[in-house]
């Protein structure tokens, strides 16, 4: 049985930080990337990044990159995965959901930023991110 945790989220003002957290259990993490999507008001949803610890590959959204970062940390039949926020800019406001989705190695640099590719198969409720201006 898939489980997941969810923490982090809430409200700062622009410039500021958030970390939010997420701890998977219940499948093969290893032949997953695991990360985070967005989905702020009226607006698609938008892959935000996420990790293989396999592959060594990590991946961002071009609206996140330089300012996110994303690491996961395994433990016994657990992976815990953070997503480090800095400068955080009003468009960043969204409810985030953890996200998995199976991956074989493949680069998904070119068009992992494309809306329309989903990558993930699995996910949270979400958690909103709230950034004042």
């Known amino acids: 049985e898939v489980q997941l945790v969810e923490s982090g989220g809430g409200v700062v003002q622009t410039g500021g930080s958030l970390r939010l957290s997420c701890a998977w259990s219940g499948f093969s993490f290893d032949d997953y990337c695991i990360g985070w999507f967005r989905q702020a008001p009226g607006k698609e949803r938008e892959g935000v990044s996420c990790?293989?610890?396999?592959?060594?590959?990590?991946?961002?959204s071009d609206s996140v990159k330089g300012r996110f970062t994303i690491s996961s940390e395994n433990a016994k039949n657990t992976v815990t995965v953070d997503l480090q926020m800095n400068s955080l800019k009003p468009e960043d406001t969204a409810v985030y959901s953890c996200a998995a989705g199976p991956y074989d190695g493949r680069d998904w640099g070119n068009f992992f930023s494309d809306p329309e590719f989903d990558w993930y198969d699995r996910w949270g409720q979400g958690t909103q991110v709230t950034v004042s201006s």
């Open positions: 990790i293989s610890r396999r592959y060594g590959a990590t991946y961002y």
